[in-house]
């Protein structure tokens, strides 16, 4: 079945430096991806909504400049923490659908999350 | 935007029991759809219920869905210990939108 594939899994950075997460759809074209944000013992958060080709969608109360989204090709959509402090330390998981299939198949597809820690 | 509401936030059972979890949700939906996580870890889909169905099985889980109301239900019946993790209902509406999240259910199934 499809797959999304996002990496890295984990990561530990220092603040003040910039993250870079990558998350590919493996065995389809996603025009669309979907970023979200879950801090502990919390839900899911949509962050953006990215777009292959154009730019992305930014949720209310999301900073487009602190999170930059570039879907640069149909499999590919990166999430980029510029400047990262610590109260960005998070997990961050995207999604993506199979358009292929219709609306036959609404299943949603996410990638294994990666968890953000800034020190 | 947040739009699905989990009762209770947290629930804690003996192994064997059953345990249901509630999600209200505030708009049309396409489906309704149940995650479980672990843990720290990754969503794993559990089920699907679209907004044309009642009620769907699973193995060990049951979920209901009235649109009237707004609500669904997922029922782990026999729970194990191994069932201990987080629940999630996700909308789903038309087109090529992101699934909306509840708030979740921390369940702990003591062994």
């Known amino acids: 079945g499809a797959v999304v594939s996002q990496h890295p899994s984990w990561v530990i950075c220092k603040s003040g430096t910039s993250v870079k997460i990558e998350c590919r759809s493996l065995?389809?074209?996603?025009?669309?991806m979907f970023w979200y944000r879950q801090f502990p013992k919390q839900s899911l958060m949509l962050m953006a909504t990215s777009n292959e080709g154009s730019k992305a969608t930014y949720e209310q109360g999301v900073e487009k400049d602190k999170f930059l989204i570039n879907h640069a090709s149909l499999t590919l959509s990166t999430l980029t923490v510029t400047s990262a402090h610590p109260e960005d330390s998070s997990f961050y998981i995207c999604?993506?659908?199979?358009?292929?299939?219709?609306?036959?198949?609404?299943?949603?597809?996410f990638g294994q999350g990666t968890r953000l820690t800034v020190v | 935007s947040q739009q699905g509401e989990e009762d209770p936030q947290a629930l804690s059972i003996q192994e064997g029991e059953n345990a249901t979890m509630n999600c209200s949700y505030k708009?049309?939906?396409?489906?309704l759809q149940w995650y479980r996580q672990n843990s720290g870890r990754g969503l794993v889909h559990l089920i699907l219920?679209?907004?044309?169905?009642r009620e769907k099985h699973s193995g060990r889980l049951r979920v209901t869905l009235d649109t009237s109301k707004k609500s669904s239900s997922l029922l782990i019946t026999a729970s194990r210990a191994a069932d201990t993790a987080s629940y999630f209902c996700a909308t789903d509406a038309r087109g090529n939108t992101p699934l909306v999240f509840g708030k979740g259910t921390r369940l702990s199934v003591i062994a």
């Open positions: 708009t049309s939906i396409n489906n």
């Open positions: 999604s993506a659908r199979d358009p292929r299939t219709g609306s036959l198949r609404t299943e949603a597809f």
């Open positions: 065995d389809f074209q996603a025009t669309t």
């Open positions: 219920i679209r907004s044309n169905e």
